[in-house]
């Protein structure tokens, strides 16, 4: 089995680092990989790469963590840290 690097970027600095890939899925419908990156501080987003990674296509540049395919739809859960509050503003409840 051969494994090779299809892409690789980075600001070359220790305090800043391109969004990780954090989900793959296979597309079969063009035979391509999706990428999903959520977290970090550029390059965030939803990517196609051909499988032989010549050809790269940014979709979306909103932050994803995680994806699916539904009926032949990719759908993408969009990650929004600052929507995430505890406890919720409608709530009684106190620390």
């Known amino acids: 089995m051969e494994i090779k690097l299809l892409y690789k ?7 800043t680092w391109s969004a990780e890939v954090s989900d793959i899925l296979y597309n079969p419908l063009d035979d ?6 959520g977290d970090g501080h550029f390059g965030h987003g939803v990517y196609s790469l051909d499988r032989g990674g010549k050809t790269v296509m940014r979709l979306s540049s ?3 963590l995680r994806g699916t395919f539904f009926l032949d739809h ?3 859960g969009i990650f ?5 509050q505890f406890p919720p ?6 620390i």
């Open 9 to 15: 970027d980075g600001p070359g600095r220790e305090d």
């Open 32 to 37: 391509s990989i999706i990428l999903f990156r």
């Open 62 to 64: 909103i932050p994803v």
């Open 74 to 76: 990719l759908i993408a």
């Open 80 to 84: 929004c840290p600052q929507a995430l």
């Open 89 to 94: 503003p409608h709530s009684s409840y106190s």
